[in-house]
């Protein structure tokens, strides 16, 4: 079946820290892939997608790129800022012909980031 | 434009009662799709409404119902509530089958 995995959290850095939020997947096909955030208190948030493999996301300093020879999906973002602390989502999703279909979570990382 | 929106934000249910959760969609989007949030897990997708037909359903019992009105507003509704629905639960929409998703904040599901 199709499904996403994600590092166990939570992830602790200090402020302008580098981060890595590690995700893969397992897919029966070539899904478009996303990352969403959730802070405290709120629903879902698009950080960034892609659709195709090599395909590159970015969005407020978080970058991730589309790897379809390994399956992954991993979210980084160069210097982190206190406002960032919060849940993120690794998710998979089919277009098209099959998007009848929904977003498939991973179980979220809690990132907590201190001054 | 205004964007997704559910309502109550919070409830608290007995078990075995049956509870109603509403969701407007954003303007203009014609697809709705729920989402149930257990503390410390991601999404599980339940069903999705496309133009007021069910498209779409997750691994949840018959007891998850719902309704997509022709403004594109929706509702879930659960019956014979249990413990073990005591959840988020998150409605989104988006234009098209193939477009991407707006969610609500949700509304938090208590069932003692």
């Known amino acids: 079946g199709n499904s996403v995995t994600q590092m166990e959290g939570p992830v602790t850095l200090s402020e302008e820290a580098f981060l890595t939020i590690n995700c893969t997947y397992t897919a029966t096909g070539y899904p478009s892939l996303f990352w969403y955030v959730q802070y405290p208190g709120e629903g879902l948030q698009l950080l960034l997608k892609?659709?195709?493999?090599?395909d590159k996301g970015s969005n407020k300093g978080f970058e991730a790129t589309y790897r379809k020879e390994t399956t992954s999906f991993h979210l980084e973002k160069g210097s982190v800022q206190v406002s960032d602390s919060a849940v993120y989502f690794c998710?998979?999703?089919?277009?098209?012909?099959?998007?009848?279909?929904?977003?498939?979570f991973g179980k979220g990382t809690t990132l907590s980031v201190s001054s | 434009e205004t964007g997704v929106t559910q309502s109550p934000t919070h409830l608290i249910k007995t078990r075995g009662q049956q509870v109603t959760l509403r969701c407007s969609s954003q303007s203009g989007h014609n697809t709705v799709s729920w989402y149930q949030q257990a503390l410390g897990q991601g999404p599980q997708f339940i069903f999705q409404y496309y133009r007021e037909e069910e498209n779409g359903r997750g691994n949840f019992p018959p007891r998850f119902s719902g309704l997509q009105f022709p403004n594109y507003s929706s509702e879930l509704n659960v019956n014979a509530l249990e413990l073990d629905d005591s959840a988020l639960y998150l409605c989104?929409?988006?234009?098209?089958?193939?477009?991407?998703?707006?969610f609500g904040s949700g509304t938090r599901l208590t069932v003692v």
């Open positions: 892609a659709t195709k493999a090599d």
């Open positions: 989104a929409s988006s234009l098209g089958q193939g477009s991407g998703y707006t």
């Open positions: 998710a998979l999703r089919f277009m098209g012909e099959q998007a009848g279909t929904a977003l498939i």
